[in-house]
């Protein structure tokens, strides 16, 4: 079951976003703690982060966007999902919020616009963490996440197939427990249902995979990474078939403000073992407001 929140909007250049409410709300705790605000990665979106969230954000606010092209949020008609424009997002839901400082907990892809995000606003950023995200994707993951999202169809027959295709058994004990997951994640399309992605990415890994060109970023991630100035936690899956632990060392030469901890967990660190994420998220978080 999911824990309550409540779904807002809010306009953000050519789309508009749909974020997630949850934790504490009292003004209170917003006038005494610094909210937390969740992005998601590539193979997900914000319902991924209501239960975890709240769990984390029992003395604060804590908000998960969709971001551009997924969820709720509406898709880019210019097909405009640049790394720099993705971290614009993040301003305009804050300023929409009227938060002037967060702290930023981000997975996977959501780490690129994250890192750029508290790279070009510091002053807006009280910490930032990393969840199984590194500027470098190791090959196996890479491989693993191309093949999947290239061959995603247009749409599925039942929601239960969407399941199937995503590794989930339906009629397993773990299928029950994430069947609404599946409900939210799609929407009700002429022949079944599709995913709430837009088939851009899809695309873009086809195209990777017909040309054996990764996409241009428009950016440099590790000196994004290195540019970086407010306190930064990393966490690795220790599992993770996208960070490789060899990349580990790398990450924490290029910026002496990260701090890392590696998890018990596959890529998926927060749902895999969310006891353990709480565990070394929160004491950090609450290290931000003793300093």
Known sequence: MIESHTIYTCPSGDVTLAYRLFGRRDPDALA????VLFIHG?????????NFGTRLCTD???CAMDMRGFGDSTYSPAGDYSVTTMADDIAHLLDHLRWDKV???AHSMGGRSATCFAAANPARVAGLVLVDWSPENAPAGSKRVANTVAATPDTFATVADAMRYFGTDPDSP???DKRARF???????????AIKRDSFFRDQFRRQLETGEAPK???DLWQLLSDVVV???VLRGTRSDLFAAETLPKVLQKNPRIQAQEIEAGHHVAGDNPEAAIATIRPFINSLEQA
């Open 174 to 176: 773990d299928g029950a």
């Open 217 to 219: 970023r428009g950016v």
């Open 42 to 50: 590539l193979s997900y979106f914000s319902y991924d982060w209501v």
């Open 231 to 233: 306190p930064t936690l």
């Open 60 to 62: 604060r606010l804590g």
């Open 32 to 35: 005494t703690r610094t909210p």
């Open 103 to 105: 702290i930023l907990v």
């Open 183 to 193: 409900e939210a994640y799609t929407r009700p399309v002429a022949g079944g249902f």
